[in-house]
Structure formats: C-alpha cells, structure tokens
C-alpha cells in the first residue's frame, strides 16, 4: 500500500469554537491508483489534501494516522516532511497561488521543480538543459509565450495561467502521488481536456497515483478508477467509479449524480439535493444527510450509520443494513 490513512479526524479552531471537519477517516491508496474525492462545497475535500501534505492552516490539527512509505507523515519532522513535499506528495492548491513562491519568478521556480527532479533521479543538472524542459512543459500546455511567463512573477499572470504554470510544477518534479485539488476550474474546455489527459498519460507512463479532487463528478468520471463521495468529513461511499456512477447506492450520491446537467434528460428541470450543504455549527443527530434524504427513518435520526460492505463497495448508510 502507497498510502494508509487510519482513524484520521481533523479539527479546526474557530472564534466560534472548535469543530472537526474530517471524522474517523479509513482509505488505502495503491500505486498507480487515481482516485477522486468528490462531494458539495464544504464536504471536506481540500482539507484532506491538506493534511496529507502536512499543510493545514494553523488553526488546524489531525488525529489518527497518515502512512506514506512506512512512516507517518502527522508524526515526522518537519525537515523530513519538507523533503517530502518536494519529491514525493505534490500537492496542486485550490488557490493554485498558494502552490507557487510569491518572491520567485515563474522561471526560477520551474527550473527548481526540475532540478529537483533531476537530483533525486541522478540525471544532469544542466541549467541550459532545465531550462529548456521547463519551457516546453509550459508550451505543452499552450503557453506558447513560455519566456515571457518564465520572468514574470506568480501575481503577474492570469488565474488559468497560473494553474498551468503549477500543473507545469507537477510534470517537472513527477511525485510519486499528486494531489490535485480542482486544477481545471480556472481553465477553458479544451486546455481542461488536456490537463486531463495529462493527467492520465502520467498515471500511465510513471504510475504516479492521484488524488483527483473535483465537485464535477463527470470529470471524476473520465478521469479515475476510484472513487470517494465526501459529506460532512465523512465517506458515504467508495468503491470502483464507473460501478458507483452506474448503480449508486447511496442517496447522497444518487443526489450528486442526479444534479449534473445531461442532454438525454427530457424534463428540462435539473434535480437538485433539498436543503443546503451542511455548516458544521448545524449538523443533525445520527447520519449527518438525514435532514436533507428522502429515504430518511427513525434510526437515521439516531444514530449514524457505520460505513458498510455492500456488494462491490462501502456505503455509510441504514438503507443497506
Ligand atoms: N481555516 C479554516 N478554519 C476553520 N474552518 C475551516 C477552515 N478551512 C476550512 N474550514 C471548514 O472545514 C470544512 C471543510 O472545508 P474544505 O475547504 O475542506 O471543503 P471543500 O470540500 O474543499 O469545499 P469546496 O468545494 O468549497 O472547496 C468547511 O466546513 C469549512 O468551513
Ligand atoms: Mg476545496
């Protein structure tokens, strides 16, 4: 296993309180897996990706266990945890700003991205050479102007640039996973296509494992053999993609596939989950979707659901007792 986390909860601290945003938490990654976490706005996503890299916000703390290449990566020193980043767990940030050094030029930092590639898998250090590779990533993602954008700061180029610019990051130090946490919204249709593609060529060609994190489950869909329905810090369900978006067992989910728009549905009318995405100051007793299910019942109300083997996958839910 690449990547175990067990019992993982994380917690922030608010002026309102302290609140836990992930809860009790079990996943395995492979080698080569890509698996998307999907979910509403709020469900938990980036903050997992945070916390696998270590890079929560202050006011943030984790419990529990995060195992990456033997050791846990809650519990090694920061120099160790800063290697890591670099080489092995490369995350893309929502605000891919924070991604990238304000005070370094695109160039310089790009160049780095290659160099430390190039270091950890003894190739030439060649600056000309860095150089040149770093200008093609950028060109192969249709930023033709590649020397212009190499002198530019971070701040001087448009959001979808910098996106590409991060995602020319991750092609130059090729970690071992890549956690890319919604890297196509800034992008146009066909540059998203691309990452996408990109994406997969990398899973291929180098089995690099992703975590693909999106709220766009079609994307989820072209992109991932697995996948991971978040609500609330929590997993409603997880198994095989293409089997959960076929035949999904838990309404929550049915839910979110039920809401993206699709030319075959007649109607005209886009089915929407009731209610609103849940605010941690305002989550219900037992299963934390039971005020928005239309399948609710008693138990649902007072106790919440343990996370269930149900055919060919998991499914926090009473419907499948
Ligand atoms: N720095 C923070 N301090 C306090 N609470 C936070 C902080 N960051 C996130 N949260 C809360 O943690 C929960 C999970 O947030 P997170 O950003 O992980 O959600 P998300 O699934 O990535 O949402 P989105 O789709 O909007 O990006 C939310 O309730 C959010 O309000
Ligand atoms: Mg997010």
Request: hydrophobic share 40%; proline share 4%; glycine share 6%.
């Amino acid at each position: 296993m690449l990547l175990t986390i067990r019992n993982l909860s994380v917690f922030y601290n608010t002026v309102v309180g302290k609140f836990k945003v992930i809860e009790d938490m079990n996943l395995d990654l492979e080698e080569g897996d890509i698996i998307s976490l999907v979910g509403e706005s709020a469900s938990g996503k980036s903050t997992l990706g945070q916390v696998l890299t270590r890079m929560l916000p202050g006011t943030g703390s984790a419990e529990g266990e995060v195992i990456f290449d033997g050791k846990d990566v809650l519990k090694i020193s920061e120099n160790r945890m800063t290697e890591i980043r670099g080489t092995s767990i490369f995350m893309i940030f929502q605000n891919p700003l924070n991604s990238l050094n304000p005070v370094k030029t695109v160039g310089f930092q790009l160049i780095e991205a290659a160099r430390i590639r190039r270091e950890r898998d003894h190739l030439s250090t060649d600056e000309a050479e860095m150089r040149k590779e770093a200008e093609e990533s950028l060109i192969s993602l249709r930023l033709p102007d590649a020397d212009s954008i190499m002198r530019r700061y971070p701040h001087e180029l448009s959001g979808g640039q910098v996106q590409r610019v991060v995602i020319c990051m991750a092609l130059l130090l090729k970690p071992k996973i890549l956690i890319a946490d919604e890297p196509t919204t800034a992008l146009d249709v066909t540059i998203q296509a691309q990452v996408i593609n990109l994406l997969r060529t990398l899973n291929k060609e180098m089995k690099m494992t992703i975590i693909f994190i999106t709220h766009d489950i079609g994307l989820a869909y072209v992109l991932s053999n697995n996948l991971v329905v978040l609500y609330s810090g929590r997993i409603m369900e997880s198994g095989n993609t293409e089997s959960i978006i076929k035949k999904p067992l838990h309404p929550y989910t049915s839910g979110l596939i039920g809401s993206i728009p699709n030319s075959s549905k007649t109607s005209g009318k886009l089915f929407s989950i009731k209610g609103s995405p849940p605010s941690y100051l305002s989550l219900p007793d037992g299963c934390k979707f039971s005020n928005r299910c239309q399948f609710v019942f008693e138990r649902c109300m007072q106790e919440e659901p343990k996370l269930l083997d149900v055919q060919d996958r998991k499914v926090k839910c009473w419907l499948y007792e």
